[in-house]
């Protein structure tokens, strides 16, 4: 059974730091386009950022415009998690994040709740 469980988010102020982390259990993460979606209150799930961790090679990061640069997706393959570093976060980063093995979210955890105000 796959299962996904996000946590470490938080309320910061704008500038501020959190590191999300997911355990994915059922599967390993090899195997799967894992990424971060997020969805902003009154808006629908958007792409954050994925990890193409497959085919032998160094994971390889795609990030939306809208994170780039101050977001860091990465994997611990021998721990099975994923990570969400976020740096120099801005208000409209708030919403909940959640963790998902394709790009569109189809499958993914619970959410963990990022709040961004000063």
């Known amino acids: 059974e796959v299962q996904l469980v996000e946590s470490g988010g938080g309320s910061v102020q704008p500038g501020g730091s959190l590191r999300l982390s997911c355990a994915a259990s059922?599967?390993?993460?090899?195997?799967?386009?894992m990424s971060w979606v997020r969805q902003a209150p009154g808006k629908g799930l958007e792409w954050v950022a994925s990890?193409?961790?497959?085919?032998?090679?160094?994971?390889?990061?795609t990030y939306a415009d809208s994170v780039k640069g101050r977001l860091t997706i990465s994997a611990d393959h021998a721990e099975n998690r994923l990570y969400l570093q976020m740096n120099s976060l801005k208000a409209e980063d708030t919403g909940v994040y959640y963790c998902?093995?394709?790009?569109?979210?189809?499958?993914r955890g619970q959410g963990t709740r990022v709040t961004v105000s000063s």
């Open positions: 990890i193409n961790s497959r085919g032998g090679h160094a994971d390889l990061n």
């Open positions: 059922g599967f390993r993460l090899r195997q799967h386009d």
């Open positions: 998902a093995t394709d790009p569109r979210g189809t499958s």
